[in-house]
């Protein structure tokens, strides 16, 4: 991080300094007190789970050069620049707005039910082959987690991905504001966060809450074949569509080869080293953004075959003679029907066995959908099916129902990685999927530690 001073941090997030050297300068923002060093200025943020200003003491005696409060409190003995505002965790997106609009940089953000960190990942991928870019780490896409990933742009940065998540309305809005985008990608409109939405039409609000900000300088990428996204039109930016039935840019010759996917777009031929339908889609969208920027078809393609997906995504291994398709950090109804559809074209050796969790966060339509993906698992010629949680019962039922005769239901990850265990053999291969809160991994190191 480029240093600020205190002055400036203050007028950027419309805070009073109560306390301090407002020409003393900060290298770095912080909102963990354990990570706190000399030169940092600590974001005291009240979260669901707790409040950053009960970590104040821990702050100082890791030597704060500033702290950032919205509760008063006894500064007298503080050593350190204390400043406050009416919200901490607005001013930590005020501030990085500010410090954003020190680089003049274009940004691209990408927000979508699922597929984002792996576009985000694809599309940085490419630019860096022409360009020094910032890419948000892991998946840290919120209104805490968003402002750390540009408070990492220096002056050697000449791009910057962003990824922005929400669980309710005004999230992405709220970082959009900031950090004004000059492209938006949205992946697709799924059912994740449908528990708080209520229903996808209002996913979708939220979703394009992303363009909030546009005008005729500004781009939008969407996936033109999305039920509800390819409606969308605008006569005050442009907007390219990408898709495999129809778009402004369209993939075609879609074919599964032992690389990965190959696939055209025009007279151009592109290969992907990681499998499924899904990923088409995310290699569109960023050769979409790369033509924008001029790069060529061989810089395309470098970041294609550079490309290192995010831990627990699409990440296929051999292992004793069977294969592990880890695809575990998370999970929704469309991303595990996109998962089941890669299982079912991979060339089969032995059995075809998906380990599926709960997919959390769906509220009322948690049932049916669970259901629905039961019924896709049968569909997609899986031999045998491990579900695992509360919601996967559904699973479970539904591909019983459906025709899955060897099924198996577990509650917790010993029991199903017990099982799973005592029945892998040589030739398999195993889809695990299941929600961020059900840690699946777990399972796959269990495995992986009885064998070691």
Request: include cysteine; glycine fraction near 8%; hydrophobic fraction near 40%.
């Amino acid at each position: 991080m480029e240093a600020v001073t205190i002055e400036n941090l203050a007028k950027a997030i419309d805070g009073v300094v109560l306390k301090g050297d407002a020409k003393k300068e900060i290298n770095n923002v912080i909102i963990d007190s354990r990570l706190i060093g000399t030169g940092s200025v600590f974001f005291a943020i009240k979260g669901d789970n707790t409040d950053g200003h009960l970590y104040i003491e821990q702050a100082l005696k890791n030597n704060a050069s500033a702290i950032v409060v919205h509760n008063d409190l006894e500064i007298s003995n503080i050593n350190a620049a204390v400043i406050k505002v009416a919200d901490t965790t607005q001013a930590l997106l005020d501030f990085a707005g500010y410090y954003k609009s020190l680089f003049n940089i274009p940004v691209v953000a990408i927000t979508g039910s699922c597929g984002k960190t792996t576009t985000k990942d694809i599309i940085a991928s490419v630019l860096s082959q022409k360009f020094n870019t910032l890419k948000t780490q892991g998946n840290f896409n919120n209104q805490t987690g968003l402002p750390q990933n540009i408070f990492n742009l220096n002056r050697t940065h000449q791009m910057a991905v962003l990824e922005m998540g929400m669980s309710n309305f005004g999230e992405i809005y709220n970082m959009a504001k900031r950090v004004k985008p000059d492209i938006a990608v949205i992946t697709n409109i799924g059912y994740s966060h449908i528990e708080y939405l209520k229903s996808r039409e209002n996913i979708l609000k939220a979703k394009t809450e992303i363009l909030s900000f546009f005008n005729e300088k500004n781009i939008a990428v969407i996936n033109g074949d999305d039920e509800y996204l390819k409606n969308i039109s605008s006569d005050n930016y442009k907007i390219y569509k990408a898709g495999i039935h129809s778009g402004d840019i369209a993939a075609t010759g879609i074919r599964q080869v032992k690389e990965g996917i190959e696939f055209n777009v025009g007279d151009e031929k592109y290969c992907f080293p990681l499998i499924g339908m899904h990923n088409v889609y995310n290699c569109l969208y960023a050769i979409t953004i790369a033509k924008i920027y001029g790069l060529t078809h061989n810089e395309i393609q470098a970041g294609f075959d550079s490309f290192k997906p995010s831990a627990n995504r699409m990440d296929i291994k051999q292992h004793n003679g069977y294969t592990i398709i880890n695809d575990a950090y998370n999970s929704n109804p469309t991303a595990a029907k996109a998962a089941l559809d890669v299982l079912k074209n991979i060339d089969r050796q032995g059995r075809k066995i998906a380990v599926l969790a709960d997919m959390l966060e769906l509220g009322q339509f948690s049932k049916s959908l669970h259901e629905e993906l039961g019924k896709h698992a049968y569909d997609c010629g899986v031999d045998v099916l491990i579900t695992v949680g509360s919601e996967a019962q559904h699973i479970y039922s539904s591909a019983k129902e459906a025709g899955i005769k060897n099924a198996k239901y577990f509650t917790d990850n010993k029991s199903a990685s017990d099982y799973i265990k005592s029945i892998i053999r040589p030739g398999d291969i195993i889809l695990f999927k299941g929600s961020r809160g059900m840690r699946l991994e777990q399972i796959i190191n269990n495995i992986y530690s009885k064998e070691n």
